[in-house]
């Protein structure tokens, strides 16, 4: 098979690989589309602590499975599948308390194991979510981030009639501004740099939108400030728009070697709650369901490239041009 491989930081080429054989408790999954993502670009840039390498990336991923492992009775080949890409240990002490997306032993589809930037990848079974009929492509490379939305979600207090305030409109941004108005948010603002993902989640369903939160008429702030870039201005900017009483949810992925400053007194003076959001926690299945119900993802796809235009998607993703950036290994359609 064919396959992205990071053999180190910013080394980076289209191999041939042998398929992957399931193991006990593996299926094999033909990758039928698999988002690129900043967590791609912390791997490639060699700025994700728990990355191994060489490694195949990708860990938005959905396909089709094509060979069950030894003691797997499902799913029965031939069924649509999305990937969970983590996988708990079970065994240490954040797993034993049920939170197991903050694993002590992290483990993750092409994370620290092989992913889907390939055309085939074996995964546990248990990871493998069947799909509905009906669903594209599009829609079933995004479950894996609409997961971590509903996941962020799921860490707010998420009060009715509140006012957010969302920094990012790329694809996580537009996602969280998707869900938090479904959960009942009275109005969703976003600020970016990229005038073109502005006018995009204008379209997309957002209030206001802007390239500095000044812009807003909100003299007390917003009760809810998400940021969903990782960038230390915006986070920054950010912690100084909480309303008194507000949450601030970092939800974006920085670099680890990066600090941001803020005002202890601040937050303490104006009882100011920061969460954070990391990954996936029992998010995956709900994610499914809101697709199944109506959820529309699908604009947010905006390019879709085969295995041998993996650098064209990379400078894509990087240049902003687009949206959401998908890999089709097999071949894009009509191609």
Do not use: W
Not at 170 to 176: A, D, E, F, K, V
Not at 190 to 203: C, E, G, H
């Amino acid at each position: 098979m064919r396959a992205v491989l990071v053999s180190g930081p910013g080394q980076v080429a289209v191999v041939e690989q042998p398929d992957p054989t399931p193991g006990p408790g593996e299926v094999v999954v033909e990758v039928t589309s698999c988002g690129l993502c900043g967590t791609d670009m912390h791997i490639l840039g060699g700025e994700l602590p728990s990355a191994t390498y060489p490694l195949v990336p990708g860990h938005e991923l959905a396909g089709r499975v094509v060979a069950l492992g030894p003691g797997v009775t499902g799913p029965k080949a031939g069924t649509r599948v999305a990937v969970d890409p983590n996988i708990p240990c079970g065994a240490c002490h954040y797993c034993r308390i049920g939170r197991g997306n903050l694993c002590e032993d992290y483990r993750a589809v092409g994370v620290t194991r092989a992913g889907g930037f390939a055309e085939y990848v074996a995964v546990p079974a248990r990871c493998a979510y069947v799909l509905p009929d009906g669903l594209s492509d599009a829609a079933a490379g995004l479950v894996e981030p609409l997961s971590c939305a509903v996941h962020g979600l799921n860490r707010l207090p998420r009060r009715p009639g509140e006012h957010h305030l969302i920094y990012g409109a790329g694809t996580m941004g537009l996602m969280m501004a998707a869900v938090v108005r479904g959960a009942g948010a009275a109005s969703v603002s976003m600020v970016d740099l990229n005038q073109d993902r502005l006018d995009f989640a204008k379209s997309f369903g957002a209030d206001q939108v802007a390239v500095d939160a000044d812009a807003f008429d909100r003299p007390h702030g917003f009760e809810v400030v998400i940021d969903a870039t990782g960038a230390i201005p915006a986070i920054e900017d950010g912690l100084g728009r909480v309303r008194r009483g507000g949450t601030f949810l970092q939800f974006g992925v920085s670099d680890p070697a990066r600090r941001a400053a803020f005002s202890p007194y601040a937050v303490y003076n104006s009882e100011i709650d920061i969460i954070g959001s990391m990954a996936v926690h029992h998010s995956f299945e709900p994610a499914i369901d809101l697709l199944a119900a109506g959820l529309d993802l699908d604009p947010l796809v905006s390019d879709v490239f085969g295995l041998d235009a993996f650098d064209t998607a990379v400078d894509t993703f990087r240049a902003g041009t687009g949206r959401k950036v998908h890999i089709a290994p097999k071949g894009v359609a009509g191609a």
